[in-house]
Protein backbone atom coordinates (compact mmCIF):
# COMPACT_ATOMS: atom_id res chain seq x y z
CA UNK A 1 0.00 0.00 0.00
CA UNK A 2 1.16 3.15 -0.48
CA UNK A 3 2.58 5.87 1.58
CA UNK A 4 2.03 9.57 1.45
CA UNK A 5 5.07 11.57 0.63
CA UNK A 6 7.16 12.91 3.15
CA UNK A 7 6.76 16.43 4.29
CA UNK A 8 10.68 16.96 3.75
CA UNK A 9 10.62 14.81 0.54
CA UNK A 10 12.96 16.66 -1.79
CA UNK A 11 11.29 18.09 -4.79
CA UNK A 12 13.69 19.94 -7.04
CA UNK A 13 12.82 17.75 -9.70
CA UNK A 14 10.20 15.40 -9.98
CA UNK A 15 11.72 12.06 -7.77
CA UNK A 16 10.82 10.04 -11.54
CA UNK A 17 13.92 12.03 -13.17
CA UNK A 18 16.07 12.21 -9.82
CA UNK A 19 16.04 8.45 -10.19
CA UNK A 20 16.48 8.02 -13.87
CA UNK A 21 19.36 10.42 -13.50
CA UNK A 22 20.98 8.05 -10.87
CA UNK A 23 20.38 5.29 -14.14
CA UNK A 24 22.07 7.74 -16.38
CA UNK A 25 25.56 7.27 -13.38
CA UNK A 26 24.90 3.34 -13.40
CA UNK A 27 25.20 3.27 -16.79
CA UNK A 28 27.97 5.23 -17.22
CA UNK A 29 29.64 2.87 -14.61
CA UNK A 30 28.45 -0.23 -16.57
CA UNK A 31 30.27 1.15 -19.17
CA UNK A 32 33.57 2.04 -17.53
CA UNK A 33 33.48 -1.33 -16.54
CA UNK A 34 33.08 -2.73 -20.54
CA UNK A 35 35.47 -0.50 -21.78
CA UNK A 36 38.48 -0.66 -19.33
CA UNK A 37 39.43 -3.73 -21.33
CA UNK A 38 39.72 -1.68 -24.01
CA UNK A 39 41.79 0.82 -22.54
CA UNK A 40 44.13 -1.77 -21.13
CA UNK A 41 43.88 -3.62 -23.81
CA UNK A 42 47.48 -2.65 -25.06
CA UNK A 43 49.44 -3.18 -21.77
CA UNK A 44 46.90 -7.00 -21.28
CA UNK A 45 48.11 -8.03 -24.75
CA UNK A 46 51.79 -7.50 -23.72
CA UNK A 47 50.89 -9.14 -20.23
CA UNK A 48 49.42 -12.19 -21.65
CA UNK A 49 51.57 -11.99 -24.83
CA UNK A 50 48.65 -12.49 -27.23
CA UNK A 51 47.96 -10.75 -30.67
CA UNK A 52 44.59 -8.13 -31.31
CA UNK A 53 42.76 -11.56 -32.91
CA UNK A 54 43.57 -13.10 -29.94
CA UNK A 55 42.48 -9.72 -27.92
CA UNK A 56 39.53 -9.59 -29.81
CA UNK A 57 38.49 -13.22 -28.17
CA UNK A 58 38.55 -11.63 -24.90
CA UNK A 59 36.51 -8.55 -25.92
CA UNK A 60 33.74 -11.04 -27.47
CA UNK A 61 33.80 -13.07 -24.30
CA UNK A 62 32.01 -10.13 -22.94
CA UNK A 63 29.47 -10.00 -25.34
CA UNK A 64 28.87 -13.17 -25.97
CA UNK A 65 27.53 -13.61 -21.84
CA UNK A 66 25.94 -9.98 -22.25
CA UNK A 67 24.08 -11.32 -25.32
CA UNK A 68 23.13 -14.89 -23.87
CA UNK A 69 21.55 -13.18 -20.80
CA UNK A 70 19.64 -10.41 -22.43
CA UNK A 71 16.38 -12.22 -22.51
CA UNK A 72 17.14 -14.11 -18.98
CA UNK A 73 17.80 -10.83 -17.47
CA UNK A 74 14.87 -9.33 -18.77
CA UNK A 75 12.33 -12.27 -17.40
CA UNK A 76 14.00 -11.97 -14.15
CA UNK A 77 13.36 -8.19 -14.33
CA UNK A 78 9.66 -8.96 -14.86
CA UNK A 79 9.50 -11.80 -11.76
CA UNK A 80 11.96 -9.00 -9.30
CA UNK A 81 11.83 -5.67 -10.70
CA UNK A 82 14.21 -3.15 -11.30
CA UNK A 83 15.28 -2.26 -8.45
CA UNK A 84 16.71 -5.66 -6.92
CA UNK A 85 17.89 -6.91 -9.93
CA UNK A 86 19.86 -3.92 -10.95
CA UNK A 87 21.15 -3.70 -7.47
CA UNK A 88 22.36 -7.18 -7.43
CA UNK A 89 23.82 -6.64 -11.37
CA UNK A 90 26.10 -4.06 -9.86
CA UNK A 91 27.39 -6.31 -7.20
CA UNK A 92 27.65 -8.80 -9.72
CA UNK A 93 29.48 -6.95 -12.46
CA UNK A 94 31.62 -5.41 -9.83
CA UNK A 95 32.85 -8.75 -8.23
CA UNK A 96 33.78 -9.96 -11.69
CA UNK A 97 35.49 -6.47 -12.80
CA UNK A 98 37.95 -7.36 -9.65
CA UNK A 99 38.39 -11.15 -10.54
CA UNK A 100 39.60 -9.71 -14.13
CA UNK A 101 42.27 -8.16 -12.50
CA UNK A 102 43.50 -11.19 -10.67
CA UNK A 103 44.15 -13.65 -13.48
CA UNK A 104 48.00 -14.65 -13.41
CA UNK A 105 48.69 -13.73 -17.41
CA UNK A 106 51.85 -16.21 -17.17
CA UNK A 107 49.35 -19.40 -15.47
CA UNK A 108 48.35 -22.04 -17.95
CA UNK A 109 44.88 -21.03 -19.59
CA UNK A 110 45.34 -18.04 -18.62
CA UNK A 111 43.86 -16.55 -21.51
CA UNK A 112 40.55 -19.06 -21.29
CA UNK A 113 40.27 -17.95 -17.21
CA UNK A 114 40.60 -14.43 -18.58
CA UNK A 115 37.53 -15.24 -21.43
CA UNK A 116 35.32 -17.35 -19.12
CA UNK A 117 35.65 -14.17 -16.18
CA UNK A 118 34.74 -11.69 -18.98
CA UNK A 119 31.97 -13.86 -19.82
CA UNK A 120 30.42 -14.07 -16.34
CA UNK A 121 30.75 -10.37 -16.34
CA UNK A 122 28.90 -10.06 -19.41
CA UNK A 123 26.53 -11.80 -18.14
CA UNK A 124 25.76 -9.49 -14.62
CA UNK A 125 25.65 -6.42 -16.84
CA UNK A 126 22.78 -7.97 -19.32
CA UNK A 127 20.49 -6.62 -16.87
CA UNK A 128 21.25 -2.91 -17.28
CA UNK A 129 19.44 -1.62 -20.15
CA UNK A 130 16.34 -4.32 -19.71
CA UNK A 131 15.72 -2.75 -15.96
CA UNK A 132 16.32 0.68 -17.17
CA UNK A 133 13.88 0.40 -19.69
CA UNK A 134 10.82 -1.34 -17.40
CA UNK A 135 11.79 1.46 -14.90
CA UNK A 136 10.90 4.01 -17.83
CA UNK A 137 8.05 1.70 -19.03
CA UNK A 138 6.55 2.26 -15.08
CA UNK A 139 7.85 5.14 -14.41
CA UNK A 140 7.01 7.69 -17.05
CA UNK A 141 4.62 8.48 -19.31
CA UNK A 142 4.86 7.61 -23.24
CA UNK A 143 5.34 11.09 -23.80
CA UNK A 144 8.15 11.49 -22.01
CA UNK A 145 9.96 8.23 -22.44
CA UNK A 146 12.39 9.35 -25.85
CA UNK A 147 14.11 11.85 -23.29
CA UNK A 148 13.99 9.21 -20.34
CA UNK A 149 15.55 6.77 -22.29
CA UNK A 150 18.14 9.60 -23.83
CA UNK A 151 18.83 10.38 -20.01
CA UNK A 152 19.58 6.51 -19.16
CA UNK A 153 22.02 6.40 -22.66
CA UNK A 154 23.77 9.48 -22.00
CA UNK A 155 25.68 7.40 -19.69
CA UNK A 156 26.99 5.35 -22.09
CA UNK A 157 28.87 8.37 -24.12
CA UNK A 158 29.43 9.69 -20.57
CA UNK A 159 31.27 6.49 -19.07
CA UNK A 160 33.12 5.94 -22.06
CA UNK A 161 34.38 9.49 -22.54
CA UNK A 162 36.04 9.84 -19.01
CA UNK A 163 37.39 6.12 -19.43
CA UNK A 164 40.03 7.22 -21.48
CA UNK A 165 41.68 9.96 -19.35
CA UNK A 166 40.59 8.55 -16.03
CA UNK A 167 41.59 5.23 -16.30
CA UNK A 168 45.17 6.03 -18.46
CA UNK A 169 45.86 8.20 -15.84
CA UNK A 170 45.34 4.82 -12.97
CA UNK A 171 47.04 3.00 -15.63
CA UNK A 172 49.85 5.03 -15.89
CA UNK A 173 50.25 5.67 -12.35
CA UNK A 174 49.50 2.87 -10.99
CA UNK A 175 49.21 0.00 -13.20
CA UNK A 176 46.61 -1.47 -15.34
CA UNK A 177 45.19 -3.42 -12.46
CA UNK A 178 44.28 -0.80 -9.97
CA UNK A 179 41.98 0.69 -13.24
CA UNK A 180 39.95 -2.40 -12.98
CA UNK A 181 40.03 -2.05 -9.00
CA UNK A 182 38.67 1.51 -9.63
CA UNK A 183 35.63 0.13 -11.24
CA UNK A 184 34.58 -2.49 -9.12
CA UNK A 185 34.51 -0.27 -6.02
CA UNK A 186 32.50 2.48 -7.86
CA UNK A 187 29.99 -0.33 -9.00
CA UNK A 188 29.28 -1.58 -6.14
CA UNK A 189 29.07 1.81 -3.83
CA UNK A 190 26.22 3.07 -7.00
CA UNK A 191 24.26 -0.44 -6.72
CA UNK A 192 24.19 0.54 -2.85
CA UNK A 193 22.67 4.31 -3.79
CA UNK A 194 20.13 2.69 -6.45
CA UNK A 195 18.94 0.03 -3.74
CA UNK A 196 18.19 2.66 -0.95
CA UNK A 197 16.85 5.09 -3.40
CA UNK A 198 14.68 3.41 -5.97
CA UNK A 199 11.30 1.18 -6.03
CA UNK A 200 10.23 -0.91 -8.69
CA UNK A 201 7.45 1.26 -9.01
CA UNK A 202 5.79 5.06 -8.46
CA UNK A 203 3.22 3.78 -5.90
CA UNK A 204 5.23 2.06 -3.75
CA UNK A 205 7.54 5.42 -3.44
CA UNK A 206 7.28 7.43 -0.55
CA UNK A 207 8.61 10.75 -1.83
CA UNK A 208 6.16 11.06 -4.72
CA UNK A 209 3.49 13.44 -4.49
CA UNK A 210 0.09 12.73 -6.22
CA UNK A 211 0.23 14.92 -8.91
CA UNK A 212 3.20 13.39 -10.01
CA UNK A 213 1.46 10.07 -9.49
CA UNK A 214 -1.22 11.30 -11.41
CA UNK A 215 0.78 12.71 -14.51
CA UNK A 216 2.34 8.89 -14.28
CA UNK A 217 -0.45 6.81 -14.57
CA UNK A 218 -2.25 8.56 -16.59
CA UNK A 219 0.67 8.22 -19.45
CA UNK A 220 1.06 4.74 -19.12
CA UNK A 221 -2.15 4.30 -20.19
CA UNK A 222 -3.04 1.59 -17.18
CA UNK A 223 -6.99 0.76 -17.59
CA UNK A 224 -8.54 2.37 -13.80
CA UNK A 225 -12.08 0.94 -13.65
CA UNK A 226 -11.87 -2.55 -11.58
CA UNK A 227 -12.50 -4.80 -14.07
CA UNK A 228 -10.15 -3.69 -15.95
CA UNK A 229 -7.48 -3.45 -13.31
CA UNK A 230 -8.30 -6.94 -12.64
CA UNK A 231 -7.55 -7.41 -16.51
CA UNK A 232 -4.10 -5.84 -16.60
CA UNK A 233 -3.13 -7.48 -12.77
CA UNK A 234 -3.93 -10.84 -15.32
CA UNK A 235 -1.92 -9.63 -17.83
CA UNK A 236 1.15 -9.02 -15.66
CA UNK A 237 1.31 -12.72 -13.98
CA UNK A 238 0.59 -14.26 -17.91
CA UNK A 239 3.23 -15.93 -19.54
CA UNK A 240 5.50 -14.52 -21.91
CA UNK A 241 3.41 -14.16 -25.57
CA UNK A 242 7.01 -15.69 -27.50
CA UNK A 243 4.91 -16.29 -30.61
CA UNK A 244 3.40 -12.35 -30.76
CA UNK A 245 6.98 -11.55 -30.25
CA UNK A 246 9.01 -13.32 -32.53
CA UNK A 247 6.66 -13.00 -35.37
CA UNK A 248 6.51 -9.16 -35.35
CA UNK A 249 7.76 -7.76 -37.99
CA UNK A 250 8.16 -4.15 -36.01
CA UNK A 251 10.16 -5.73 -33.61
CA UNK A 252 12.05 -7.86 -35.84
CA UNK A 253 13.32 -4.99 -37.72
CA UNK A 254 13.89 -3.31 -34.49
CA UNK A 255 16.01 -6.46 -33.85
CA UNK A 256 17.84 -6.21 -36.84
CA UNK A 257 18.50 -2.32 -37.11
CA UNK A 258 20.03 -2.80 -33.34
CA UNK A 259 22.28 -5.63 -34.88
CA UNK A 260 23.50 -3.59 -37.14
CA UNK A 261 23.79 -0.21 -34.56
CA UNK A 262 25.86 -2.85 -31.86
CA UNK A 263 27.97 -3.78 -35.28
CA UNK A 264 29.15 0.01 -35.22
CA UNK A 265 29.52 1.20 -32.00
CA UNK A 266 31.49 -1.24 -30.66
CA UNK A 267 33.81 -0.07 -32.81
CA UNK A 268 34.59 2.86 -30.85
CA UNK A 269 34.27 0.98 -27.77
CA UNK A 270 36.11 -1.95 -28.40
CA UNK A 271 38.79 -0.63 -31.35
CA UNK A 272 39.07 2.88 -31.62
CA UNK A 273 41.18 3.64 -28.50
CA UNK A 274 43.85 1.07 -30.16
CA UNK A 275 43.39 2.67 -33.21
CA UNK A 276 44.38 5.67 -32.81
CA UNK A 277 47.60 4.38 -31.37
CA UNK A 278 48.86 1.78 -33.71
CA UNK A 279 47.11 2.69 -37.10
CA UNK A 280 47.03 6.43 -36.63
CA UNK A 281 50.27 6.38 -34.87
CA UNK A 282 49.21 8.92 -31.75
CA UNK A 283 50.77 8.17 -28.15
CA UNK A 284 48.94 6.70 -25.42
CA UNK A 285 47.94 10.21 -23.83
CA UNK A 286 47.11 11.70 -27.16
CA UNK A 287 45.13 8.58 -28.19
CA UNK A 288 43.63 8.86 -24.55
CA UNK A 289 42.46 12.85 -25.10
CA UNK A 290 41.31 12.11 -28.81
CA UNK A 291 39.70 8.64 -28.22
CA UNK A 292 36.81 10.81 -25.70
CA UNK A 293 35.38 12.65 -28.43
CA UNK A 294 33.64 10.16 -29.80
CA UNK A 295 32.08 9.37 -26.32
CA UNK A 296 31.00 12.83 -25.69
CA UNK A 297 29.30 12.84 -29.34
CA UNK A 298 27.65 9.83 -27.69
CA UNK A 299 26.59 11.43 -24.64
CA UNK A 300 25.03 15.01 -26.41
CA UNK A 301 23.90 12.65 -29.03
CA UNK A 302 21.76 10.51 -27.01
CA UNK A 303 20.06 13.33 -24.77
CA UNK A 304 19.08 15.20 -27.98
CA UNK A 305 17.93 12.64 -29.77
CA UNK A 306 15.70 11.44 -26.52
CA UNK A 307 13.97 15.18 -26.82
CA UNK A 308 14.15 15.43 -30.52
CA UNK A 309 12.11 11.63 -30.73
CA UNK A 310 9.39 13.41 -28.05
CA UNK A 311 8.84 16.52 -29.82
CA UNK A 312 8.31 15.24 -33.29
CA UNK A 313 6.50 12.36 -31.96
CA UNK A 314 3.95 15.36 -30.31
CA UNK A 315 4.59 17.76 -32.80
CA UNK A 316 3.92 15.86 -36.30
CA UNK A 317 3.85 12.06 -35.42
CA UNK A 318 5.22 8.80 -33.75
CA UNK A 319 6.28 7.44 -37.20
CA UNK A 320 8.30 10.65 -37.35
CA UNK A 321 9.63 10.83 -33.60
CA UNK A 322 10.07 6.96 -33.25
CA UNK A 323 10.94 5.59 -37.01
CA UNK A 324 12.43 8.45 -39.03
CA UNK A 325 14.62 9.96 -36.75
CA UNK A 326 16.83 6.69 -36.47
CA UNK A 327 16.54 5.85 -39.79
CA UNK A 328 18.28 9.30 -40.74
CA UNK A 329 20.41 8.89 -37.49
CA UNK A 330 21.81 5.46 -39.11
CA UNK A 331 22.27 6.65 -42.35
CA UNK A 332 24.56 10.08 -41.42
CA UNK A 333 26.35 7.89 -39.19
CA UNK A 334 27.14 5.92 -42.28
CA UNK A 335 28.14 8.80 -44.31
CA UNK A 336 30.32 10.45 -41.23
CA UNK A 337 32.11 6.97 -40.77
CA UNK A 338 32.89 7.06 -45.03
CA UNK A 339 34.31 10.31 -44.55
CA UNK A 340 36.31 9.85 -41.27
CA UNK A 341 38.18 6.55 -42.13
CA UNK A 342 39.19 8.36 -45.57
CA UNK A 343 41.07 11.20 -43.74
CA UNK A 344 44.69 11.12 -43.75
CA UNK A 345 44.95 13.63 -40.47
CA UNK A 346 44.99 11.87 -37.68
CA UNK A 347 43.28 14.62 -35.31
CA UNK A 348 40.96 15.28 -38.31
CA UNK A 349 39.67 11.70 -38.59
CA UNK A 350 39.34 11.67 -34.82
CA UNK A 351 36.51 14.46 -34.51
CA UNK A 352 34.66 13.06 -38.70
CA UNK A 353 34.33 9.82 -36.96
CA UNK A 354 33.68 11.40 -33.43
CA UNK A 355 30.52 13.11 -35.38
CA UNK A 356 29.10 9.54 -36.74
CA UNK A 357 29.08 8.31 -33.12
CA UNK A 358 27.17 10.85 -32.13
CA UNK A 359 24.95 10.70 -35.49
CA UNK A 360 24.75 7.02 -34.06
CA UNK A 361 23.72 8.20 -30.55
CA UNK A 362 20.64 10.64 -31.60
CA UNK A 363 18.38 6.72 -32.52
CA UNK A 364 19.52 5.12 -29.34
CA UNK A 365 16.52 6.40 -27.59
CA UNK A 366 13.99 5.18 -29.98
CA UNK A 367 14.93 1.50 -29.69
CA UNK A 368 14.00 1.71 -26.30
CA UNK A 369 10.96 4.11 -26.60
CA UNK A 370 9.28 1.73 -29.11
CA UNK A 371 9.92 -1.47 -27.37
CA UNK A 372 8.52 0.14 -23.83
CA UNK A 373 5.26 1.11 -25.78
CA UNK A 374 4.75 -2.13 -27.64
CA UNK A 375 5.56 -4.51 -24.85
CA UNK A 376 3.97 -3.06 -21.69
CA UNK A 377 4.45 -4.87 -18.58
CA UNK A 378 6.37 -7.30 -21.05
CA UNK A 379 8.89 -4.52 -21.42
CA UNK A 380 12.47 -5.82 -19.93
CA UNK A 381 11.81 -9.18 -21.98
CA UNK A 382 11.18 -7.79 -25.25
CA UNK A 383 13.66 -4.94 -24.50
CA UNK A 384 16.26 -7.82 -23.61
CA UNK A 385 15.59 -9.51 -26.81
CA UNK A 386 16.12 -6.33 -29.03
CA UNK A 387 19.26 -5.68 -27.44
CA UNK A 388 20.35 -9.10 -27.65
CA UNK A 389 20.54 -8.16 -31.02
CA UNK A 390 22.50 -5.39 -30.51
CA UNK A 391 25.18 -7.69 -28.54
CA UNK A 392 25.48 -9.88 -31.11
CA UNK A 393 26.53 -7.31 -33.57
CA UNK A 394 29.07 -5.67 -31.15
CA UNK A 395 30.71 -9.23 -30.33
CA UNK A 396 30.68 -10.15 -34.08
CA UNK A 397 32.36 -6.74 -34.84
CA UNK A 398 34.76 -7.26 -31.80
CA UNK A 399 36.72 -10.18 -33.30
CA UNK A 400 35.86 -9.48 -36.98
CA UNK A 401 37.33 -5.90 -37.38
CA UNK A 402 40.77 -6.67 -36.60
CA UNK A 403 40.52 -9.71 -39.16
CA UNK A 404 39.09 -7.43 -41.92
CA UNK A 405 41.96 -4.55 -41.17
CA UNK A 406 44.56 -7.41 -40.68
CA UNK A 407 43.44 -8.78 -44.35
CA UNK A 408 42.70 -5.51 -46.17
CA UNK A 409 42.94 -2.52 -43.89
CA UNK A 410 41.27 -0.26 -41.26
CA UNK A 411 39.33 1.42 -44.37
CA UNK A 412 37.43 -1.85 -44.96
CA UNK A 413 36.66 -2.76 -41.56
CA UNK A 414 34.69 0.85 -41.42
CA UNK A 415 33.25 0.09 -45.23
CA UNK A 416 31.72 -2.76 -43.76
CA UNK A 417 30.13 -0.81 -40.63
CA UNK A 418 28.90 2.00 -43.56
CA UNK A 419 27.55 -0.55 -45.25
CA UNK A 420 25.58 -2.08 -41.79
CA UNK A 421 24.33 1.33 -40.94
CA UNK A 422 22.77 1.57 -44.39
CA UNK A 423 20.71 -1.61 -43.72
CA UNK A 424 19.99 -0.64 -40.08
CA UNK A 425 18.45 3.01 -41.61
CA UNK A 426 16.30 0.97 -44.09
CA UNK A 427 14.70 -1.72 -41.26
CA UNK A 428 13.45 1.38 -39.44
CA UNK A 429 10.91 1.90 -42.86
CA UNK A 430 9.51 -1.53 -41.85
CA UNK A 431 8.42 -0.55 -37.87
CA UNK A 432 5.16 0.71 -36.80
CA UNK A 433 5.30 2.86 -34.02
CA UNK A 434 1.52 2.30 -33.01
CA UNK A 435 2.04 -1.62 -32.92
CA UNK A 436 0.94 -2.90 -29.15
CA UNK A 437 1.85 -6.64 -27.81
CA UNK A 438 -1.48 -5.85 -25.33
CA UNK A 439 -3.77 -2.92 -26.87
CA UNK A 440 -5.39 -1.02 -24.99
CA UNK A 441 -6.59 2.93 -25.12
CA UNK A 442 -4.38 5.32 -25.57
CA UNK A 443 -4.24 8.35 -23.35
CA UNK A 444 -2.91 11.57 -24.79
CA UNK A 445 -0.84 14.58 -22.11
Same mark, same amino acid.
Given at each position: ??? *????????????????????????????????????????????????????????????? &???????????????????????????????????????????? &???????????????? *????????????????????????????????????? +????????????????????????????????????????????????????????????????????????????????????????????? @??????????????????????????????????? =??????????????????????????????????????????????????????????????????????? =??????????????? &? @??????????????? +???????????? +??????????????????????????????????????????
Amino acid at each position: MRT *EPRANAPQTLPIRYLLVVWILVLSAIAFLDRTNISIAGVKIGQDFRIDNPHLGWVFSAFLV &GYAAFQIPGGVLVRRFGSRRVLALGLVWWGVFTALTALVPPRAP &GALAELILIRMALGAG *EAVMYPAANQFVERWFPAWERGRANGIVFGGVGLGSA +IAPPLLTAIMLRYGWHASFWFCAAAGVVAGAVWYAAARNTPESHPWVRPEELATIVRGRGDPRDGTALALAEAVRKAPVPWGRILTSRSILAV @TASYFTYGYVSWIFFSWFYIYLSEVRGLSLRSSAV =YSIFPFAAMSVGSLLGGVLSDWLDRRFSARAGRCFLPAFALAMTALLLTAGSRVHEARAASLILAGGAGAL =YLSQSCFWSVTSNFA &G @TFTGVVSGAMNMGCQ +IGAAVTASVTPL +IAAHFGWQASFSTATVLAFLGAAAWLLVDPHERLNPAPASEP
